[in-house]
């Protein structure tokens, strides 16, 4: 409890709450601005590299065919955690019920099927419906979630039109490089590709489903995090937090080092401009010497660090604290990613240590808010940052070393990154793992 006392303060209480409020209100809004504005120029952007903008993008949404019918799902199901039961079946319904009526007539045009529309529609009316018609807490806490789950969209959306622009921005990407360095972890990909196929069409499926719908499992583990927010209980710390927080650092990697994955750079599907078409089946002779080498000006270089790692190691870190089915759940769905993100040719070894390793440092960042900033959390980040860039420094300067001796820098490798998820694990998971044996006894 805060007491107030004339001597130790030049405001009154009422006076400071004022001021909070204020500048609450300030944030909120300069969120609103820089939201509408990076939308804008998104948009701007795609029209001048004549690609699906933003806001093209989320009309369609509304009135066409949306591009993704996952994500709109998802983020209408995240903001229907702050709202009471009777709200949440009601607006279930009503986005139901709309997907529908435009399935019908996507059908009846001969269209190819799709949903989406219903849960950005029913959104936006909650969202309007929440400002005007509701008071105090029900209004607040609803805004916020409401809020959450339209930035996961909206997210998206300009992180699809970033990928574009990797795309124009860096017509060479460096896979050579990130080919050569994966030899000091015994070229992964390839090895997980060629296992992959032989299991068959089911694992192949599972894997692929789990790899492409990793947006599903997001949503749960946050829904158990967030099952409380309509009594007033909200977490200091949740997964929405660290998934968009990466969402916003990872891509700007893209284009420092632009790389498209080995299916493409050394596969079936590099539309003629792959360097061989040997994945998974023949891992690349040595070369004397590297060069980055050019590719397409479609497709995306999204592949360092591996952001499908890094969510879905963030996922599984956010459900250990969880019962046993969301703990089990977290397991499996980062252990489907990582056989994925190599099995399906979509990203190098290094790609998923770059990708770890960020997440770690993130979810430090981020992490108990109210423990600040002490000497755990400084050790680890900086342990974080400088494990991040010294992946990166490494294949783009040290390809060809790692490849002619893979097992020193492969042991060195992944001895540093074992060392971080240590000092992770000692910082933030170590005393609460002992006071729950003791209290168990």
């Known amino acids: 409890m805060l007491i107030y006392d004339a001597q130790d303060s030049s405001s009154p209480p009422g006076e400071r709450v004022g001021v909070a409020r204020r500048f609450r209100s300030w944030v909120i809004w300069g969120s609103i601005a820089g939201a509408v504005l990076v939308l804008v120029a998104g948009q701007l952007m795609a029209v001048h590299i004549d690609a699906l903008g933003p806001l093209t993008s989320l009309s369609w949404d509304y009135v066409g065919r949306p591009k993704s019918a996952t994500t709109p799902w998802a983020g209408f199901l995240l903001a229907l955690i702050g709202v009471s039961a009777p709200v949440r079946v009601r607006a279930l319904a009503a986005a139901v019920g709309i997907d529908v009526i435009f399935v019908i007539i996507r059908a009846i045009e001969g269209r190819s099927f799709t949903v989406g529309n219903g849960p950005t529609i029913v959104l936006t009316a909650l969202a309007v419906f929440a400002a005007v018609r509701w008071t105090g807490a029900r209004r607040e806490t609803a805004l916020r979630t409401i809020a959450l789950g339209a930035l996961l969209i909206l997210a998206t959306k300009v992180g699809e039109i970033w990928l574009d622009i990797t795309a124009w921005a860096c017509p060479m990407v460096l896979d050579p490089y990130a080919e050569l360095a994966d030899h000091a972890l015994g070229n992964p990909s390839w090895l997980v590709g060629q296992v992959l196929d032989a299991a068959g069409p089911v694992p192949l499926g599972v894997v692929r489903w789990v790899y492409f719908e990793l947006p599903v499992a997001a949503i749960v583990v946050a829904a158990w995090q967030l099952r409380n927010v309509t009594t007033g209980i909200w977490p200091r710390h949740y997964l929405v937090r660290t998934f968009l927080t990466l969402g916003v650092v990872g891509p700007l990697f893209y284009v420092v080092f632009p790389v498209v994955g080995p299916v493409l750079a050394f596969g079936p599907e590099g539309h003629g401009f792959e360097l061989a078409d040997v994945w998974p089946n023949i891992v690349p002779a040595l070369p004397s010497s590297v060069e980055s080498m050019p590719f397409d000006g479609i497709t995306p270089r999204n592949c360092m660090p591996s952001l499908h790692t890094a969510w879905a190691l963030s996922l599984f870190i956010h459900s250990r604290r969880g019962p046993r089915w969301l703990?089990?759940?977290?397991?499996?769905?980062?252990?489907?990613?990582?056989?994925?993100?190599?099995?399906?040719?979509?990203?190098?070894?290094?790609?998923?240590?770059?990708?770890?390793?960020?997440?770690?440092?993130?979810?430090?960042?981020?992490?108990?808010?109210?423990?600040?900033?002490?000497?755990?959390?400084?050790?680890?980040?900086?342990?974080?940052?400088?494990?991040?860039?010294?992946?990166?420094?490494?294949?783009?300067?040290?390809?060809?070393?790692?490849?002619?001796?893979?097992?020193?820098?492969?042991?060195?490798?992944?001895?540093?990154?074992?060392?971080?998820?240590?000092?992770?694990?000692?910082?933030?998971?170590?005393?609460?793992?002992?006071?729950e044996k003791v209290s168990s006894r």
């Open 327 to 435: 703990r089990w759940g977290g397991g499996f769905w980062l252990v489907c990613t990582l056989i994925a993100t190599l099995g399906l040719g979509a990203h190098y070894g290094v790609d998923l240590v770059a990708g770890a390793t960020l997440c770690l440092t993130v979810e430090s960042v981020l992490r108990d808010p109210d423990r600040g900033w002490d000497r755990g959390r400084a050790r680890v980040v900086a342990f974080g940052i400088a494990t991040f860039a010294g992946v990166l420094l490494c294949v783009r300067y040290l390809a060809l070393p790692m490849a002619n001796y893979p097992f020193p820098f492969g042991v060195a490798l992944l001895g540093v990154f074992a060392a971080l998820a240590y000092t992770f694990y000692r910082t933030w998971f170590a005393e609460a793992d002992i006071r």
